[in-house]
């Protein structure tokens, strides 16, 4: 079995909470640990230790994946909250992520990311966000609806000269959810841009141009739900499968 690291999720203490009040939790969403759980892979989640320990267990598995969440904190990339302060993110989570994907880009381990993992991607190669989308760029488009969620979609715009073109040759009109508000304004370094947000071009998907192509990428949108979209949108398992080849 391939051993996939998936970098946990956290929700922190909260008394009123009935259920370990008092605890910080590390998680995995139900839907992306179903995804991840197909023939030959096994997801392991990767708690939050002290980094000796942390090293320890990383050095054991084949791959990462870095799941969605809460923002990414302005601090991370060298920017104070906009809107006093209305989008501190997680500097706690970003930290923990970071150490993990240092690793695994410094030992060559296959990477994907997913929403919030494909924005710390690109942080972690020295690029920077939006903040908020509709706030710092007022001709977008609307990127996340608490009320639709999974069932917001969009088309994108797949490059022709990147890996997504083969995976997905067949779609003409490929169609995406959109469950985000903040998204990538400066790109990082050595990243090349795989596909784009047909009516706002912002950015969808990328791949690190390091290695070889595929083997540290990254996607905007969750193909963890795209199974019970309402709307035709893009098959969900090729991505995953090439991730799953490399590992």
Not at 75 to 97: L, S
Not at 158 to 163: D, M, Q, R, T
Request: with cysteine; aromatic share 10%; glycine share 8%.
């Amino acid at each position: 079995m391939k051993k996939i690291g998936v970098a946990s999720a956290f929700m922190y203490p909260e008394p009123e909470r009935l259920v370990f009040g008092k605890k910080t939790l590390c998680y995995l969403e139900k839907d992306m640990g179903r995804y991840l759980s197909q023939a030959g892979a096994m997801p392991i989640l990767i708690p939050d230790l002290e980094d000796k320990e942390l090293n320890q267990f990383i050095s054991e598995l084949d791959g990462f994946v870095f799941q969605g969440g809460t923002d990414i904190a302005p601090k991370t990339y060298g920017e104070e909250p906009i809107e006093d302060g209305k989008w501190k993110g997680d500097p706690v989570r970003d930290a923990y992520e970071l150490k993990i994907m240092n690793y695994a880009i410094d030992n060559n381990k296959p990477v994907f990311g997913i929403c919030r993992g494909f924005q710390l991607m690109n942080v972690h190669f020295g690029g920077t966000l939006y903040q908020d989308i509709n706030t710092q760029l007022a001709e977008s488009i609307v990127h996340r609806d608490a009320e639709l969620y999974d069932q917001l979609n969009h088309e994108i715009k797949i490059i022709s000269s990147g890996i997504l073109a083969e995976l997905y040759a067949d779609e003409k009109f490929p169609i995406v959810n959109s469950v985000h508000h903040q998204g990538v304004k400066d790109l990082g370094n050595n990243l090349d841009i795989l596909a784009e947000s047909m009516d706002d071009q912002i950015i969808e998907a990328f791949a690190w141009n390091k290695c070889e192509l595929g083997k540290v990428m990254g996607v905007q949108w969750h193909p963890e739900f795209l199974y019970n979209s309402k709307e035709r949108v893009i098959e969900a398992n090729s991505i995953y499968h090439l991730f799953l080849d490399f590992c």
